[in-house]
């Protein structure tokens, strides 16, 4: 017998607090609370299917079977929900990633969103968002937060139970990113080591916290004010800080390539044309602008001097995980 799920999409999310350390490496139990933003250009969308003919679990993404590698934090994800409801079948797992042609992006945050929404659908459990979300972390810490649109914050908690992530502001507001992807191809500290040394040997851990306690609340109010100069301020700084804790780590390492310092450079000149307008960094070279949605296509026109148009997407606030009707 097969139990297949219909298809579940969850879109991508960019932290504005950015969420790096964790408490808990089994659980995936965070340092510190993380705030972020959905967005409408890149999602995944997710099939599963619980088989008894099957004899090991298997993932195919964008139609190529993925190597056992792959699979490890799906597997998590499909033996919380096997157990939870009492299913020993393997299971086939279907994705499928919207992400424009090479954008280098990460997406395991939208990837395992959606796998956790269609693997409960796909076992008949019906969950709240916040189980979902609980669900999602424990593939990916950042996934737990791509359930909701707009801006979500999750919250660290204490436990299993209680670190996940809460919707915070639908951001229909002008609001709006736009991405330079720069792909230099250069081996990546993974998220987990990186997040693993910097815990282990930054001498300015203790400041990332505290001082991304105060980020939060700073921008919590700012996004109720619907301040886009503070939001991006806020969100500029912390991405700053983690970057500066990854410098400060033993062995140092960074995400930076040279075309992302041209990137970084181009904002600031935007800023001093008069334009409200910040950066974002995460796990890698790719910078991402923050600022209004009404002027990001006048931005994307005067980067085109410097970039080449397939580097560039503009996205917008997204909306949260949804199951597809044929
Ligand atoms: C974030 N990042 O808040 C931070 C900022 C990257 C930089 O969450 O180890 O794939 O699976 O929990 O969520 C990327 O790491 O890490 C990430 P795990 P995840 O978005």
């Known amino acids: ?7 579940v999409r969850a879109h991508t999310n960019i932290a504005f607090i950015k969420y790096w350390g964790k408490e808990n490496e089994e659980l995936i139990l965070p340092k510190n609370n993380s705030l972020s933003l959905t967005l409408d250009a890149f999602y995944t969308d997710t099939q599963v299917s619980f088989d ?3 004899n090991k679990d298997i993932l195919f993404i964008d139609g190529e079977e993925q190597d056992e590698k792959a699979l490890n934090k799906a597997q998590v994800i499909l033996d919380l929900v096997r157990e939870e409801a009492d299913i020993h079948d393997f299971a086939r797992i279907d994705s499928k990633n ?3 042609t090479a954008a280098g992006l990460a997406s395991s945050a939208s990837g395992l969103a959606a796998l956790a929404g269609a693997a409960s659908l796909a076992a008949g459990l019906d969950l709240s ?7 999602a972390r424990r593939g990916s810490g950042s996934a737990s937060r791509s359930i909701y649109g707009g801006f979500a914050e999750w919250e660290k908690g204490t436990s299993d139970s209680n670190s996940v992530a809460i919707p915070i502001d639908k951001a229909d507001w002008d609001i709006g ?5 720069v792909d230099d191809g250069k081996k990546d500290v993974s998220s987990t080591e990186g997040m693993r040394r910097v815990v282990e040997t930054s001498p300015y851990y203790e400041g990332w916290i505290s001082s991304a306690t105060e980020d939060l609340a700073a921008i919590k109010s700012a996004i109720k004010k619907q301040d886009i100069v503070e939001v991006g301020e806020i969100a500029e700084r912390s991405a700053l800080k983690m970057h500066a804790l990854n410098l400060s780590a033993n062995p140092p390492f960074n995400y930076w390539s040279p075309e992302s310092i041209v990137a970084m450079r181009k904002v600031e000149e935007f800023r001093n044309q008069g334009y409200s307008v910040y950066l974002t960094m995460d796990a890698g070279p790719n910078v991402k602008l923050i600022g209004k949605a ?3 296509d006048e931005l994307y026109q005067a980067l085109l001097e410097t970039f080449r148009k397939e580097q560039l997407v503009i996205a917008k606030p997204g909306p949260g995980i949804q199951i597809l009707e044929d």
Do not use: G, T
């Open 177 to 181: 990113m736009l991405f330079i992807i």
């Open 98 to 100: 919207h992400v424009p």
């Open 129 to 135: 968002k916040e189980e979902l979300s609980r669900l």
């Open 294 to 296: 009404s002027q990001m």
């Open 1 to 7: 017998m097969i139990k297949q799920s219909k298809w």
């Open 52 to 54: 008894e003919d099957l």
